[in-house]
């Protein structure tokens, strides 16, 4: 039945994505697509958090005519996913998903149980869930970890100071403010079994999903610019070296000018990436960390999140590997802006 779910919404997305605006044929200079553009479209269809965004990256990626349904999608497909997104059942077969893979059988088998129901289900049950189904399903799995008493028993003081250290230095968001809210005044030590069951997992989650969700937005946004740019300036260029004697001075300077916008346009984008490398690095080595910890730890609370911690750190060092092709395409970019300068400025 997932099997079956999930190429819905690829069909689904696949005929919406066909008639978004500008989905006509294009010229064969928009249709030059790089090993980079491609990478781009492929990383977005394995790890986008949005199943849209996915959905519509695999359309373009397997396509016959890949180069144009590549081009297609990095002008227009992309975005529209992105608003497709948001749409209330996408959003709520998301978070669902997410629900899955984060609050594990063995630790919270009502919530994961009560997901598992309605991941396959009618949107009408995917929106009871996330309205009151959700809410429902931990209140009962907290009852029931109350009832044994085993998991509150086996939190020790160590356990505290950890969970503090994290509100305070873990480098995502929201691991950050699901520690903090574990040991906020006055919360017993119910409040760190439930940390520790699912808002350990599903904060780091969260974190992964919101920087991939940012970085994806933010590069195509950059990327269409810099693609517009770097065209003006290529065009410039030619305008320059076919022109008359005469005109050549002053369409150099233009050209110049041009390629000197473009290199400065990489700018936000080189200095992004530069800081994604550095933040998946500090996340990878953080959850290696914790995954160390969990394994040389004992009693119920620490195995919750021995599996997740293990997954998280290889999902932020993929990031790290991403960050840096994105970072060598941005400076690949800058070059090509420097070196068209430089031919515009130097003595004919």
Do not use: C
């Not at 996330?130 to 008493?149: F, I, M, N, P, T």
């Amino acid at each position: 039945m997932l099997k079956r779910a999930l190429f819905s919404v690829f069909l689904a997305v696949a005929l919406l994505v066909s008639q978004t605006p500008g989905a006509q044929a294009r010229t064969a200079d928009q249709l030059a697509v790089s090993d980079a553009d491609r990478n781009l479209v492929f990383m977005l269809m394995l790890y986008d958090p949005r199943a849209t965004v996915r959905a519509a990256a695999t359309t373009a990626y397997i396509d016959d005519a890949q180069d144009e349904a590549i081009t297609r999608f990095l002008a227009t497909d992309y975005a529209f996913a992105v608003e497709l997104a948001r749409e209330s059942d996408a959003t709520n077969l998301d978070f669902v998903r997410r629900v899955l893979e984060t609050y594990l059988p063995e630790f919270a088998p009502e919530v994961h149980a009560a997901a598992q129901r309605v991941v396959n289900g009618t949107p009408g049950e995917r929106e009871a869930f996330v309205r009151v189904g959700y809410a429902a399903a931990q209140e009962r799995d907290r009852l029931a970890r109350e009832a044994s008493g085993e998991a509150k028993r086996a939190i020790i003081e160590a356990d505290r100071a950890f969970v503090r250290d994290l509100g305070q230095t873990d480098p995502g968001e929201q691991v950050r403010a699901a520690a903090a809210f574990a040991v906020r005044p006055g919360a017993g030590d119910g409040a760190l079994v439930e940390f520790f069951a699912y808002g350990w997992a599903g904060g780091g989650r969260l974190d992964l999903d919101v920087h991939r969700a940012r970085a994806a937005d933010n590069d195509i946004t950059w990327r269409m610019t810099a693609t517009r740019l770097a065209k003006e300036a290529r065009a410039a260029e030619k305008a320059a070296l076919e022109a008359s004697e005469e005109a050549a001075e002053q369409l150099r300077a233009q050209a110049a000018q041009a390629w000197r916008t473009a290199a400065d346009r990489t700018g936000p984008a080189r200095s992004a990436w530069a800081e994604a490398a550095e933040l998946s690095a500090r996340q990878a080595e953080n959850w290696r960390a914790v995954a160390a910890a969990a394994q040389a730890a004992t009693g119920p609370n620490w195995q919750a999140i021995g599996g997740p911690a293990v997954g998280n750190e290889q999902q932020w060092s993929a990031e790290h590997d991403w960050a840096g092709e994105r970072a060598q395409y941005w400076q690949d970019l800058l070059a090509e802006a420097q070196a068209g300068e430089t031919r515009m400025t130097r003595t004919a």
